[in-house]
């Protein structure tokens, strides 16, 4: 049973949450505004907030993570803005592009690239299949009551009580630039555990059906999840930190859990016992939400394509098969449109639900105790010599040390399982991609249309479901047989875990804080430097290059991740694919357009590289007459329902500010850290919230005054949409810092930061 509570609660410890009501202030003699205070999240953020401003924090993170598809963008601009030294532990993984065949030399530049830094300007190298990088900073980073910022969207270390979150790259430029992480306080949401966990179900389990009941109302959206209760002593670390990493699907800001006992024993096995922190809410403590978990009701879990919250019991599907399949099936066609044949139903035999593969990898399914019980399920069993498929990616080498001492990756592989090393490829579609129309079960983070790799603009499909690496296990023993793990009538060995320190004592590079500027960066071909951006003009005429309606668009269908991950090194070539698998014809009409705006900047005539715009000029010159290609920019723009959900990439935005985008234009927004990442590109985050639609793809939008709108903070903006003549309709900027009214004035957080620093 998971329970949402409809308003605040109070929480006292060693009682059930009180749902809130009138009276309750006076019966524990407690404010509400007090009593938040009482949660761990306060707590943390106070210690880590610079101003003296609690409803408005200005936070410093105690360390800083990317890996190897973000980490050259976000030096790159800070050397651009004045990066001279890491201010703070700045920590360099490589587990995105340590696999992809894609590229020739690319990809090992980049990681190059990452050593000559890391070196330079005082960080810390985890060199390839060292491990990915949550798990590597749950065994080297994490401190109780510490913070994290992390480039990837993942980065979850509630479980071990360091509050992190996952942002783009920007906000990290701006941390080792020495500023602020400005957000108003956010709304702290309780997750009160209770009960234990049924024989078979995994933390995956626990996590998508939390995801599947607050995703679509977001009932945790932007806010922080803080998990209490009798429930969390119950389950193991890994256990936890496979429920953390997860969190990230139901669009939470961050998360944080109280510690114990369990806890400190994790810290002392990786030898820092000393960062152990007993964290824990104190007196009675009020949550503006709370999300109430029977973790003994939850059976095992299966998320259908193409979402983490396309949530079902496997029991349910099982017993529902055909009708859960057609609705899948409906919902496929909003993602792929109807010229792409897809069906899932042609996988039933004999009423059963037969998958083509198997994966258990990276920062979710990729633990010590995730495998450890995979092999129990499967040891002395076989996979099968058909269509099936079963491939497994410890998180990190002293996991993968450590299985291969007890014997249990041995176990896996005489089962026709192939073990691979850390990698995070499967998750983010580099690796495994399955055959056209196969469904691939995964205990990895995410399901997104075209995620695992497929490439629906050259007739390529397949698709991923999210599963509990014990019910993949299961289904494995059973040859593709989709089976939950409760099935299993064994029992689980639980072997103790011993961590090897000395494996990256032999291997990564840690300058310990000492800069060596003497060093030079090592800049392979590939990488280059971020186009000139120019400021935010008087006024913009936009034209309306991409028109998406998908109730949401993730970040993948923004800028695709797989084989394009190898050019995130080059803004300009990576730009090719932005749009490419939701709007492929994007990035030519944005070309289009940005010739246009190249003619204006070098005080040539746009109408000779566009003839249209002569047209589109005289009729807002019939209306605002001092309108003239010297005060008005020219660019494009997209609409989408609710844009940014999923990864953190800033590329989603930067791709398209190199294309001559100036805004993006939406019902709302996603995350918080896709609005960010537009901003710190120089790019309007304009909302619309008419209820029909007034422009389509092809238009012309004209924003008079739109500079002096931003510097004056106007909450709506009059603007026109070009058809016979000018028509009228209201944009909204929303809710924005004076930085980041400023960072859009000057055209991008690299203008901004070359005034400022």
Not at 176 to 204: C, H, N, R
Not at 573 to 581: D, G, K, N, P, Q
Not at 630 to 643: D, H, L, Q, R, V
Not at 707 to 717: D, F, L, S, T
Request: charged letters at 25%; proline letters at 5%.
């Amino acid at each position: 049973m998971i329970k949402l509570y409809k308003g605040g609660a109070w929480l006292t410890k060693g009682q059930e949450p009180v749902s809130d009501e009138p009276g309750l202030e006076q019966k524990y003699h407690l404010g509400k505004y007090e009593a938040r205070r009482n949660t761990i999240a306060y707590s943390i953020l106070k210690k880590h907030n610079t101003s003296e401003n609690m409803d408005f924090l200005k936070l410093k993170f105690d360390k800083l993570t990317s890996h190897d598809i973000t980490f050259v963008g976000i030096i790159q601009t800070a050397r651009a803005s004045g990066l001279e030294r890491f201010p703070v532990p700045y920590i360099l993984t490589n587990c995105h592009n340590s696999l992809c065949a894609v590229g020739g030399t690319i990809n090992e530049d980049d990681h190059v690239f990452g050593l000559s830094c890391a070196k330079k300007y005082g960080g810390v190298y985890v060199p390839p299949h060292q491990a990915v990088i949550h798990q590597y900073a749950r065994e080297m980073l994490a401190e109780g009551g510490k913070m994290i910022l992390g480039s990837d969207s993942h980065t979850r270390y509630g479980a071990l009580g360091t509050m992190a979150m996952g942002e783009g790259g920007p906000e990290l430029v701006k941390q080792l630039l020495g500023k602020t992480y400005d957000i108003p306080y956010p709304e702290i949401v309780g997750v009160y555990l209770t009960g234990e966990p049924a024989f078979g179900v995994g933390p995956q389990d626990i996590a998508l059906a939390i995801i599947g009941a607050v995703f679509s109302s977001g009932y945790v959206k932007n806010k922080v999840m803080e998990f209490v209760g009798p429930g969390v002593e119950r389950l193991s670390v890994d256990y936890r930190i496979g429920i953390d990493v997860m969190t990230t699907e139901t669009t939470c800001l961050s998360s944080i859990w109280q510690t114990d006992d369990r806890v400190k024993e994790f810290y002392e096995i990786h030898g820092r016992g000393q960062e152990y922190k007993e964290l824990q809410p104190e007196g009675t403590a009020y949550y503006d939400g709370m999300v109430y978990v029977d973790l003994s009701t939850i059976r095992p879990m299966i998320a259908m394509p193409f979402h983490p919250a396309n949530t079902y019991t496997i029991e349910e599907l099982n017993q529902n098969l055909m009708d859960i399949l057609d609705e899948v099936e409906k919902k496929a066609k909003i993602s792929l449109g109807e010229n792409v044949p897809y069906t899932l139903k042609d996988k039933v035999r004999n009423g059963k639900l037969y998958v083509e593969q198997g994966i258990i990898a990276g920062c979710a399914g990729g633990g010590f105790e995730n495998i450890c019980d995979a092999a129990d399920i499967l040891r002395g069993k076989s996979i099968g010599s058909n269509e099936f498929s079963l491939s497994i990616y410890p998180a990190s080498t002293p996991i993968y040390v450590e299985l291969v001492k007890n014997g249990v990756l041995a176990d896996l592989m005489q089962t026709g399982a192939i073990v691979k090393t850390a990698f995070c490829g499967p998750c983010f579609g580099a690796g495994d991609t399955p055959a056209n129309n196969a469904l691939s079960i995964r205990h990895s983070t995410r399901n997104f249309p075209n995620r695992e790799g497929s490439k629906v603009q050259e007739g390529q499909i397949s698709s991923v479901a999210l599963m509990d690496a014990r019910s993949i296990a299961a289904t494995a023993a059973n040859k593709g047989c989709l089976t939950a793990a409760t099935e299993y009538e064994g029992i689980y060995r639980k072997p103790a875990y011993f961590f090897d320190g000395s494996i990256y004592k032999n291997r990564v590079f840690d300058s310990k804080g000492v800069a060596d500027p003497d060093v030079e960066i090592q800049l392979g071909p590939n990488i280059k430097d971020w186009p000139k951006m120019p400021k935010l003009p008087e006024n913009l005429l936009l034209q309306v290059t991409a028109e998406i309606h998908d109730p949401v668009t993730t970040t993948d269908e923004l800028i695709p991740s797989g084989e394009t991950s190898s050019y995130r090194s080059n803004p300009i070539r990576l730009a090719e694919f932005a749009l490419s698998r939701k709007a492929p014809d994007y990035v030519e009409l944005a070309k289009k357009i940005q010739k246009g705006e190249i003619a204006r900047e070098q005080n040539k005539i746009p109408e000779m590289q566009v003839p249209e715009l002569e047209k589109v000029r005289e009729q807002i010159q019939a209306v605002y007459e001092n309108m003239s290609w010297e005060n008005t920019g020219i660019g494009s723009t997209i609409f989408a329902e609710k844009p940014g959900d999923g990864s953190a990439r800033e590329q989603a935005a930067s791709c398209q500010k190199v294309l001559g985008g100036w805004a993006n234009i939406a019902r709302e927004y996603a995350t918080k850290r896709y609005r960010s990442n537009l901003i710190n590109w120089g790019m309007l985050p304009f909302l619309f919230t008419d209820k029909e639609m007034v422009f389509a793809k092809g238009d012309y939008i004209y924003i008079p005054d739109i500079q002096e709108a931003v510097k004056k903070g106007k909450a709506e903006i009059k603007v026109f949409v070009i058809k016979d003549k000018l028509y009228p309709f209201i944009l909204k900027l929303g809710e924005m810092t004076q930085d980041e009214r400023d960072i859009l004035l000057e055209g991008c957080l690299i203008n901004y930061y070359k005034l400022h620093i």
